[in-house]
């Protein structure tokens, strides 16, 4: 058990930051990732914006599936709705990188709502299915509508911010990890507030929730909402980021990359959903270059990348079967080991 944390007052106790070490340590990280693009080339800035990206879209998710209970299969859908929205609005009319991506979020809101109608009748297995057919049907619009350049897509040029070509990652990455930072500052602000603790009790028990006065429409399409809310924004990144958008680019494989990654690092915690998408996105290119580390590396590509997929699904299931709430736990557990140390008791 820890020691030091006697709480004078609600306030103190509902504190997003409780301690003066958790407190240090974010400064430590926040210097961290302001100082990582000075000593990092191309391609790991490549992968911190990709990472950070994911990030923001897995924490969407885990409001939907973590917090909530509602299983959803068609977030990729929501990020397409995001990005072909920032598309358009760059190319035809040339309005702010920042209002692009809000209004990125909000169409991807008003399609998350939509598609979370059902969610009243149906749960589980058959909502997944539900979201399925939503994630098709995006898919179909954004293939055969003039409007998003059908199958070749919409091509960007580079953003723009207060006069700032941003056309490298290294000016990328200070728009797209502020923008991480702030959607998952207000992630896990939002489960210390009426709506959150409303979304939990769904997720752990929906007659019960309804009995209490939850209105159990309401708050299951408001998650909705601010789920594909997150998912448009990060897919308005995604859109600066590849600065080409087509109906190939946001898949059901996708969406189930996402649900992986909030299962591998642990559903029901903001931690869960970064590291899963840390986890998700860089261990398939470590295993890449533990390859091409080998000798003959360049040629053994080609033969091992099934074997790498391998790999990367067998930790998966390890991770189901052996650890099942993901890396957060194992995260907590190393946490209170340290807590106590050296006592054992």
């Not at 003066?20 to 914006?49: E, N």
């Not at 295993?287 to 990367?312: H, I, N, W």
Request: charged letters at 10%; glycine letters at 12%.
């Amino acid at each position: 058990m820890r020691i030091g944390t006697l709480k004078e007052s609600y306030v103190a106790d509902a504190a997003l930051f409780d301690s003066r070490t958790q407190k240090v340590w974010l400064a430590l990280g926040a210097a961290l990732l302001a100082l990582f693009p000075f000593m990092a080339g191309d391609y790991w800035m490549y992968l911190a914006c990709l990472v950070c990206i994911n990030v923001a879209s897995a924490t969407g998710l885990n409001i939907l599936t973590g917090y909530t209970g509602l299983v959803s299969l068609g977030h990729a859908a929501f990020m397409g709705l995001g990005a072909y929205t920032v598309a358009i609005l760059e190319i035809r009319f040339g309005t702010p990188l920042l209002l692009n991506l809000l209004a990125g979020g909000f169409v991807a809101m008003v399609g998350g709502i939509i598609v979370g109608l059902p969610s009243l009748r149906v749960k589980g297995l058959y909502l997944a299915i539900a979201t399925i057919a939503a994630s098709f049907i995006a898919h179909f619009l954004f293939a055969n509508s003039s409007f998003t350049g059908g199958t070749g897509g919409l091509t960007l040029p580079p953003a723009k911010l207060f006069g700032v070509l941003l056309d490298t990652s290294f000016r990328l990455y200070w728009v797209i990890v502020p923008v991480m930072l702030l959607m998952l500052l207000g992630a896990a602000n939002l489960f210390r507030t009426r709506v959150g603790r409303a979304f939990i009790a769904i997720r752990d028990r929906d007659i019960s929730a309804e009995v209490l006065g939850i209105p159990l429409l309401r708050y299951k399409l408001l998650s909705f909402g601010l789920s594909s809310f997150y998912a448009g924004v990060a897919g308005g990144l995604w859109a600066y980021f590849f600065r080409v958008v087509t109906p190939e680019s946001f898949p059901l494989l996708m969406s189930i990359f996402f649900l992986a990654a909030i299962i591998v690092g642990g559903m029901g915690t903001i931690l869960g959903a970064v590291l899963g998408a840390v986890f998700m996105t860089m261990v398939p290119e470590l295993l890449k270059l533990a390859v091409d580390l080998l000798p003959g590396g360049a040629e053994l590509t080609v033969f091992l990348s099934p074997v790498r997929t391998v790999v990367f699904g067998l930790l998966i299931i390890g991770f189901l079967v052996f650890e099942p709430q993901g890396l957060a736990e194992l995260w907590r557990r190393l946490r209170r080991f340290f807590h106590l140390w050296p006592f054992r008791h």
